[in-house]
């Protein structure tokens, strides 16, 4: 049997659920697969920016965001020291979000972000995310459902899911597919696009 959804987002990192929760803002239901069966375990990312933080505060999430990044009143500069114990060799200084908060109320003439960006890892955004996603009656997410392949023609595409808990297979029927699904990208190579770059 096969599942009709207007979305299939396929990914569930910080994109894939950003990208969720914007088309449940805008009345599009969803269905979210990632591959792994929770949310990262692994340090990545360092820096929200500025501009990812006013798409979250619209989103409705950029308090609890913020509630677990790094505490506002830590500066991010980023020093070269010669060992832990040595001596300072350069420091390239980055205010704090307090410092950065003050700047937008002193600069109001347009040209400041309406938010001041956010260091946090994303160990710690994507459970936020996850629970406004499982939250939202739009939004069906499933972790521990993997992309496979897909089939395309003229009324949409109809992908082919695999479940890790039994190895179960399901095929969705969407308008949309969403490949959400970072550098090693199944959907990527479901299509044939190559990989850019360096793996």
């Known amino acids: 049997m096969t599942r009709h959804v207007p979305v299939l987002v396929a990914g569930g990192g910080p994109v894939g659920m ?3 929760l ?3 803002r805008r009345g599009v239901r969803c269905l979210l697969a990632e591959r792994n069966p929770a949310t990262t375990q692994h340090p990545k990312m360092d820096i929200t920016n500025a501009r990812s933080m006013e798409l979250f505060r619209r989103l409705g999430v950029a308090d609890a965001l913020r509630a677990v990044a790094v505490p506002e009143d830590s500066n991010f500069d980023v020093a070269w020291i010669t060992t832990l114990a040595g001596h300072e060799l350069h420091r390239f200084r980055y205010p704090s979000v307090e410092d950065w908060r003050q700047l937008i ?4 003439d347009g040209t400041m972000p309406a938010e001041p960006s956010m260091r946090v890892s994303q160990v710690e955004i ?3 995310l996850q629970r406004a996603v499982l939250a939202h009656p739009l939004v069906e997410a499933r972790w521990g459902v993997a992309f496979e392949d897909l089939a395309q023609d003229a009324g949409g595409v109809t992908a082919t899911l695999r479940r890790a808990a039994d190895g179960g297979t399901e095929r969705v029927r969407c ?3 969403a490949g959400c699904d970072g550098g090693t990208s199944a959907v990527r190579r479901a299509l044939g696009i190559p990989l850019e770059g360096q793996a």
Not at 105 to 108: A, G, I, K, M, S
């Open 175 to 177: 308008a949309w597919l």
């Open 126 to 128: 994507e459970p936020v």
């Open 22 to 24: 914007e088309l449940a």
């Open 105 to 108: 109320r002193e600069t109001n």
């Open 18 to 20: 950003t990208l969720a």
